[in-house]
């Protein structure tokens, strides 16, 4: 049985939100700001922690909600979002926060491998 990575990257990402604590989602609401500062302001990069911070403030990942917020994210955003991502991750104390950027990463490198070429 072929199990999707996104699929299985996408449930991580519903667990890591349903794990977070109270003071974790304060946290994460500050992410996309320390995102900001790690990779620069591009307007479009930021759209997308902005879609993810909307799924950790309401709790689950909308079905209507793409990996990409609509469209593909071009090579370029996403060198600059996986490592930005994995930083916050490797710097983050509270784990509960940790494991967010950890499965949005993943879903990155797996939209990293569904296009590789821009």
Same mark, same amino acid.
């Given at each position: 049985?072929?199990?999707?990575?996104?699929?299985?990257?996408?449930?991580?990402?519903?667990?890591?939100?349903?794990?977070?604590?109270?003071?974790?989602?304060?946290?994460?609401?500050?992410?996309?700001?320390?995102?900001?500062?790690?990779?620069? +302001?591009?307007? &479009?990069?930021?759209?997308?922690?902005? %879609?993810?911070?909307? $799924?950790?403030? =309401?709790? *689950?990942?909308? !079905?209507?909600?793409?990996?990409?917020?609509?469209?593909?994210?071009?090579?370029?955003?996403?060198?600059?979002?996986?490592p930005?991502?994995?930083?916050?991750?490797n710097?983050?104390?509270? +784990?509960?926060? &940790?494991?967010?950027?950890?499965?949005? %990463?993943?879903?990155? $490198?797996?939209? =990293?491998? *569904?296009?590789? !070429?821009?």
């Amino acid at each position: 049985m072929d199990v999707s990575t996104t699929d299985h990257h996408s449930a991580y990402l519903a667990k890591a939100i349903d794990g977070l604590t109270p003071e974790g989602h304060k946290r994460v609401d500050e992410l996309p700001d320390q995102l900001a500062e790690v990779v620069g +302001d591009p307007e &479009a990069v930021l759209r997308f922690p902005a %879609a993810r911070k909307a $799924e950790a403030d =309401a709790g *689950r990942i909308e !079905a209507s909600v793409s990996v990409t917020t609509g469209r593909a994210l071009s090579a370029q955003e996403l060198n600059i979002l996986i490592p930005g991502f994995r930083t916050i991750r490797n710097q983050e104390p509270l +784990d509960d926060v &940790a494991d967010w950027p950890n499965a949005v %990463a993943a879903l990155l $490198e797996d939209e =990293a491998r *569904r296009n590789p !070429a821009d």
